[in-house]
């Protein structure tokens, strides 16, 4: 095995890591605020909006990520709309982690009992304050863990998107393999790499559940007062 | 420049049939190896332990086209040459044995631990514990995140064109290629997907309803 001839394009590996780290970043803040308004729309306006939302979701969710990428780099410009690979990898995967993130924040608002809403409600809060500091909170701190799996998993999803030529860390890979003929060593570095950012982002994610949701603790100890009681 | 017709959509619907034999033998092999690393990830032996949890952690932090890729060529390396049919289902294999590894851990787990001590004052053997007292209700406990995972299955099938088969996404492809209407192609895949995934997920869900009926009797 030769390492040397893949290490000496390692620029093209770095910006590739660079990539892959930022439409990661970007699809989760997107997907995440996406997936914020869908489940606001589906549990405050009515029932259509709430049959669109959940056939939006189940659309997304039964559907392989690489036909959704398929469909808006091939498909989108049929109608006039042109992007570029980038755009094309960021919207789909902002679509398809949008829909997976409802289901799982949908899931932790559905947690939330009824006499919360009541509570929040009698305190003289607007529906939109019930919704943002008694609802959307407590379950963004409940399904924090589901979702921070869910992130990981989009992030190594995105190596999808050197289908369409797209240079994140696996498309760049793919153009190392071909100048270098080098493909098992190509591949165990970037192997090597993914593991290393997949493992930092759990790690980060860990943390960062813990800075926004200090009071998850202290509220599932109040859950459990709640069920012995 | 062909237009997208009978002959057409018919090659589509026989690639579906490949990706479902796909994801029967990828299953089917994957699930062996899975069970054994669940085994494993259970076992007394510390050594034997870590290792099987070093092992899923690793294929669950990278990406499954890596997974594709690394073992295509590391086999290829050992000097196998399979055809691209067998090269997919044991790729795919691979990455199926961890996930499921970790979903049957998790089940055998949930099983209280009273069912041990009482099948091994019965003189049972730990081989017996697992044929006779625990898998029997692991089992049921784990079919309802395993039939989620075959939708991820059936989904995941879609990347192994990288090791040269032609299931139903690649068929796609070709057919795109050929015809330029990616709008038809790729809903009648997506159609097609859908069809195989909707109603594993709803069977998914509705058998999870059923568990935790029976569990808070």
Not at chain 1, 40 to 47: I, Q
Not at chain 1, 100 to 120: D, K, L, N
Not at chain 2, 134 to 151: D, E, H, K, M, Y
């Amino acid at each position: 095995m030769q390492f040397d001839p893949v290490l000496a394009e390692s620029d093209l590996i770095l910006s590739g890591i660079w990539l892959t780290i930022w439409l990661s970043a970007s699809a989760i803040v997107l997907g995440c605020s996406l997936a914020v308004l869908l489940v606001a729309l589906r549990t405050l306006a009515g029932r259509w909006a709430g049959i669109v939302v959940d056939a939006y979701v189940e659309l997304m969710r039964n559907t392989p990520f690489l036909i959704q990428l398929f469909m808006i780099f091939f498909g989108l410009p049929l109608l006039g709309i042109r992007m570029s690979g980038v755009e094309a990898a960021l919207l789909t995967m902002t679509l398809n982690l949008g829909a997976y993130s409802t289901e799982i924040i949908r899931a932790g608002v559905e947690s939330i009992h009824r006499s919360q809403f009541e509570a929040g409600v009698s305190l003289a809060l607007s529906r939109r304050q019930v919704f943002q500091y008694v609802v959307l909170q407590p379950a963004f701190a409940r399904v924090w863990p589901a979702l921070s799996s869910q992130f990981v998993l989009m992030m190594l999803a995105s190596s999808i998107c050197s289908f369409i030529s797209v240079q994140e860390l696996s498309g760049a890979a793919a153009i190392v393999e071909q100048r270098t003929f080098r493909s098992f060593e190509t591949y165990i570095i970037v192997t090597a790499v993914y593991l290393v950012m997949a493992l930092s982002l759990k790690v980060f994610l860990l943390w960062l559940g813990r800075k926004l949701f200090p009071q998850v603790s202290g509220l599932s100890r109040l859950d459990a007062k709640a069920e012995a009681a | 420049m062909q237009t997208f017709g009978w002959p057409e959509a018919m090659f589509i619907f026989r690639a579906a049939g490949w990706t479902l034999l796909l994801t029967v033998i990828s299953f089917a092999i994957g699930s062996i190896i899975g069970g054994a690393f669940a085994i494993m990830r259970l076992s007394r032996i510390k050594l034997v332990r870590n290792f099987a949890a070093t092992y899923i952690l690793v294929i669950q932090s990278i990406p499954v086209l890596m997974v594709l890729f690394m073992s295509y060529y590391g086999l290829s390396i050992i000097g196998i040459e399979l055809p691209p049919f067998f090269a997919a289902s044991a790729s795919l294999a691979v990455y199926v044995s961890a996930y499921l590894a970790e979903i049957w851990r998790g089940s055998i787990e949930s099983v209280p631990f009273q069912q041990w001590e009482a099948s091994s004052s019965l003189a049972h053997s730990p081989a017996q514990t697992y044929r006779y007292v625990i898998l029997p209700q692991a089992i049921r406990i784990s079919l309802p995140p395993t039939v989620g995972f075959l939708v991820q299955l059936v989904k995941n099938t879609s990347i192994v064109s990288v090791v040269g088969f032609v299931e139903l996404s690649r068929a796609g492809q070709l057919v795109n290629n050929a015809t330029f209407q990616a709008f038809q192609v790729f809903s009648l895949v997506a159609v097609i997907y859908f069809a195989i995934c909707f109603p594993l997920s709803r069977l998914s869900r509705h058998l999870e309803k059923v568990m935790n009926a029976s569990r808070s009797h």
